[in-house]
């Protein structure tokens, strides 16, 4: 095992273990003891890192509360505080974030359709940017405090940029602030289109990012909050067995799919 503090790739194991059960090293070079853990988002946690990521990902999926999580745990014999699972969440979801945002690029269709949702942090109103393609995959999304041209521009950047393409038609809704923005960013010929019955199905949409948050009694800073919308909206893309419009998706397949997507996405925050 390389060391994580010197590079070094000659390493001894020491023979000793962690109270948790991790190997121990010792660096040939630099005299330094580490184990598996080290340098990793796991370093120095309580528990093991299997349960971890477990804690981690359940926070993200499904639509409990901080305590009815760590309740479902203790009743396994693990003992963590609500506080305890959000600081690992903050520390475990941006690794996760990027390499989900990566499987997009090439992939979404010509035919966005963007809208606004009202998001309340810490009692005040903020926006959080969303677009879906015509099948329903996510584009992207952007947690912004205002609502106006800067925002976006922003969110634009953003899509254009994590998708690594430029959509045909966008349907928004009658805001005056995206003709322009999509005449900036995504060009001239991008056909926009204000259609309350097109756009119903982004708007639809918002719920599971809305049913997910509401258990957490609402979101208590701007950094937590859009670390935290994006995290969701990235995993409940990732799981999405319908990829294609009308397209049928039997139930067993879904249950394979998850089960698959869900190992994966487990060993890939070890990786992270």
């Known amino acids: 095992m390389q060391c994580p503090h010197y590079g070094a790739a000659k390493t001894n194991p020491s023979g000793h273990k962690t109270a948790l059960g991790y190997r121990t090293f010792?660096?040939?070079?630099?005299?330094?003891?580490?184990?598996?853990?080290?340098?990793?988002?796991?370093?120095?946690?309580?528990?093991?890192?299997?349960?971890?990521?477990?804690v981690v990902l359940w926070w993200l999926r499904y639509k409990l509360s901080p305590r009815d999580r760590a309740e479902m745990f203790l009743v396994r014999g693990l003992a963590f505080t609500h506080e305890t699972g959000r600081d690992w969440v903050a520390r475990c979801a941006p690794r996760i974030t990027p390499q989900l945002r990566a499987k997009r690029q090439g992939k979404v269709g010509g035919s966005w359709r963007v809208d606004e949702a009202?998001?309340?942090?810490?009692?005040?109103?903020?926006?959080?940017?969303?677009?879906?393609?015509?099948?329903?995959?996510?584009?992207?999304?952007?947690?912004?405090?205002?609502?106006?041209?800067?925002?976006?521009?922003?969110?634009?950047?953003?899509?254009?940029?994590?998708?690594?393409c430029k959509p045909q038609k966008v349907t928004t809704d009658g805001h005056n602030s995206y003709p322009r923005a999509i005449r900036s960013i995504l060009g001239r010929k991008v056909l926009r289109r204000t259609n309350r019955y097109l756009n119903n199905r982004i708007e639809q949409d918002?719920?599971?990012?809305?049913?997910?948050?509401?258990?957490?009694?609402?979101?208590?800073?701007?950094?937590?909050?859009?670390?935290?919308?994006?995290?969701?909206?990235?995993?409940?893309?990732?799981?999405?067995?319908?990829?294609?419009?009308?397209?049928?998706v039997s139930m067993a397949e879904q249950r394979r799919v998850f089960r698959q997507r869900f190992a994966a996405l487990q060993e890939s925050l070890i990786a992270a």
């Not at 040939?28 to 477990?54: Q, Y």
């Not at 099948?135 to 976006?152: E, F, H, P, W, Y």
């Open 26 to 54: 010792r660096c040939s070079d630099g005299k330094h003891r580490f184990n598996e853990r080290t340098a990793t988002p796991f370093t120095n946690l309580p528990l093991p890192t299997a349960v971890v990521r477990l």
């Open 118 to 164: 009202y998001v309340r942090i810490a009692g005040r109103g903020h926006y959080l940017y969303r677009a879906i393609d015509r099948a329903g995959n996510l584009v992207d999304s952007l947690l912004s405090k205002t609502r106006d041209m800067a925002a976006a521009k922003q969110f634009f950047k953003g899509a254009k940029k994590v998708t690594g």
């Open 206 to 248: 918002h719920r599971g990012m809305k049913q997910r948050y509401y258990p957490m009694r609402g979101l208590g800073n701007f950094a937590g909050a859009a670390r935290f919308c994006r995290a969701c909206d990235e995993q409940r893309s990732y799981f999405r067995a319908r990829t294609k419009p009308k397209e049928t």
